[in-house]
């Protein structure tokens, strides 16, 4: 599951480190990303590479009440080709989420606790995503989901699933480049990130609420 991360790395970085060719709006740094909120995603058109925001909690085009349908913010990479609300874009609607670090919380005495997980580098990744388009009343509305895998060591004893993390830029070609690598191929990328490449610490509480977005949430507890 991924259900919090942060994105506090500098936005001409992110254009150099993965060869963002237009960025569609100004991007702040973020320190607790929540789902509903917008998120910093980049899609491949032909060789052009395009970042801009989309809605965190995929809504399938073919929704009807949307008040009744919950966001899907997570899907499991091993179902998404059999799952009716992800099929339909597992070939032409890859993307992927900027990000340098996700929270999960950990239940310790009654308590949960909230751990960041970053690179061991500190460097900036993406987690690979699928999206969808809604129009309503002539209004357009972009969607994501973050995709999930099973936990790797590291991440295990605070949560059985992750985000899938892609580092490897022909990771992360294959994933974006839907014409030329099929589902088939690209699904290859959908694995646990490498644990010894991870490191993770505990962090304020303070990160609970969506509302508190500040260098507070990522500072380590003793």
């Known amino acids: 599951m991924c259900g919090r991360y942060t994105l506090t790395t500098p ?31 980049m899609i491949q058109n032909g060789k052009s590479r395009r970042a801009g925001p989309t809605k965190w909690g995929l809504t399938p085009f073919w929704v009807k009440n949307k008040k009744r349908f919950t966001p899907l913010i997570n899907a499991r990479s091993e179902t998404i080709g ?19 670090s996700f929270y999960e919380w950990k239940q ?31 209004e357009v509305t ?32 294959a994933w974006l ?5 099929s589902f088939n191929d690209a699904s290859k990328v959908l694995q646990p990130y490498d644990h010894y490449k991870m490191k993770s610490y505990p962090v304020s509480k303070v990160v609970n609420s969506p509302s508190n977005d500040s260098i507070s949430c990522i ?4």
């Open 11 to 41: 936005i001409d970085q992110l254009m150099e480190e993965f060869m963002i060719d237009q960025m569609v709006e100004e991007w702040g740094i973020r320190y607790n990303i929540a789902p509903s909120q917008s998120i910093l995603t």
């Open 82 to 100: 059999e799952k009716p609300s992800f099929k339909h874009l597992i070939n032409k609607n890859r993307a992927v989420i900027m990000a340098d």
């Open 108 to 138: 310790e005495n009654g308590e949960k606790l909230p751990i960041r997980f970053t690179l061991e580098n500190g460097e900036p990744f993406v987690f690979a995503a699928l999206w969808d388009k809604q129009t309503e009343d002539g």
């Open 142 to 173: 972009i969607t994501s989901t973050i995709l999930t895998t099973e936990a790797n060591e590291l991440v295990q004893p605070v949560h059985k699933r992750m985000p899938v993390i892609l580092t490897n830029k022909e990771d992360i070609a």
């Open 177 to 181: 480049e839907t014409d030329n690598y």
């Open 219 to 222: 500072q380590r507890m003793s």
